[in-house]
C-alpha cells in the first residue's frame, strides 16, 4: 500500500529512557560482578581462586572432622561432579586428601592438608586489603551499612519463589 503509515513503534517501559543503572537490582549485579573479579585477581595472586579458597576454609573451619563432597557441593551450590572436578585438582596440589577410592555414588571424605592451610593462610593479606572500607570506596560506617542491606538482600533473594509462582 502506497502512503500507507507504519503503526508508531510501541513506547518503551518507563524506566528504558533513565537506562538500567536507575534500577537497584542491575547496579547490584554489576557491582557483584566488579567484586568477583577484585576477588578472583586478588586470591589469584597468592594462588587461589574462589571455589578452591571456600572450600579450603569450609574444610579449616570443620577442623579435624572430615567433609564429604557432597556435602561440600552442596554448600557451594555445585553438582557433585563439579566438586569431584574441584577436589581432584585440589588432591593433586597436595592442598586436601580423599579417604579411600573415589566411586561413584560413595560417600567420600575430605580433609585439609598441612599445605592447604599453607595455601589458605597466604591469602590473609589479601583479605585484609579487600576487608578494608577504603577498597570499596566506602567509609567504615558506610561499609557496615552496605553489609546489613546485602545481607537483607540475600534473605529476600532466598525466600522469592521466583516468577509464576
Known amino acids: 500500500m502506497v502512503g500507507a503509515q507504519a503503526d508508531p513503534a510501541p513506547e518503551p517501559p518507563e524506566w528504558v529512557p533513565r537506562g538500567p543503572d536507575h534500577l537497584p537490582a542491575y547496579v547490584l ?27 579450603l576454609v569450609h574444610l579449616v573451619r570443620a577442623g579435624t572432622e572430615p567433609l ?65 572500607p577504603e577498597t570499596l570506596g566506602l567509609t567504615a560506617e558506610e561499609a557496615g551499612t552496605l553489609h546489613g542491606l546485602l545481607q537483607r538482600v540475600l534473605t529476600a533473594i532466598a525466600a522469592d519463589p521466583g516468577p509464576g509462582a
Open 68 to 132: 564429604t563432597s557432597a556435602e561440600l557441593a552442596r554448600r557451594l551450590q555445585m553438582t557433585p561432579q563439579s566438586m569431584g572436578a574441584l577436589l581432584h585438582g585440589l588432591v593433586e596440589a597436595g592442598w586436601v586428601e580423599r579417604a579411600g577410592e573415589v566411586r561413584r555414588g560413595q560417600r567420600v571424605d575430605v580433609r585439609v592438608t598441612p599445605a592447604g592451610r599453607e595455601a589458605l593462610d597466604s591469602a590473609t593479606p589479601a583479605l585484609a586489603h579487600l576487608s578494608r
Open 29 to 55: 549485579a554489576r557491582a557483584g560482578t566488579a567484586v568477583d573479579d577484585l576477588f578472583a585477581r586478588h586470591l589469584g595472586a597468592v594462588g587461589l581462586r574462589p571455589h578452591t579458597f571456600v572450600v
